[in-house]
């Protein structure tokens, strides 16, 4: 059983930066790939990057393109998300989920969820 911890949410104000860290533990992290969701209030969860295990492919939603990056560091077993120019459209809970899927790209593909840390981007 994987469990995962997610750090590093708070209040920003609209251009600055976030870092989100996913610390896992409690069995293995080899061979997941891992994501970033996030859900804001009365919308669906959406995936907004991905990663496979070996880092040599990931995933971004359209939106944050250009603004958000996903890395792991396989021998911490954490996985992060670098927020970059946040906008008040990036306000949500992220999550942080792993996969045994090559490249997860659903939340049904997901086996393990984190707990979840609110971003909130003030205009």
């Known amino acids: 059983q994987v469990q995962l911890v997610e750090s590093g949410g708070g209040l920003v104000q609209a251009g600055g930066s976030l870092r989100l860290s996913c610390a896992a533990s409690?069995?293995?992290?080899?061979?997941?790939?891992m994501g970033w969701f996030r859900q804001a209030p009365g919308k669906e969860r959406d995936l907004v990057a991905a990663?496979?295990?070996?880092?040599?492919?990931?995933y971004y939603l359209d939106s944050v393109k250009g603004r958000f990056s996903i890395s792991r560091d396989n021998a911490k077993k954490t996985v992060s998300l670098q927020m970059n120019n946040l906008t008040p459209e990036d306000t949500a809970v992220y999550y942080c989920?792993?996969?045994?899927?090559?490249?997860?790209?659903?939340?049904?593909?997901?086996?393990?969820w984190g707990q979840g840390t609110q971003v909130t981007v003030s205009s």
């Open positions: 989920a792993a996969s045994r899927k090559v490249l997860l790209q659903r939340e049904n593909e997901c086996d393990y």
């Open positions: 409690g069995g293995t992290f080899s061979g997941y790939s």
């Open positions: 990663i496979m295990w070996i880092g040599a492919s990931s």
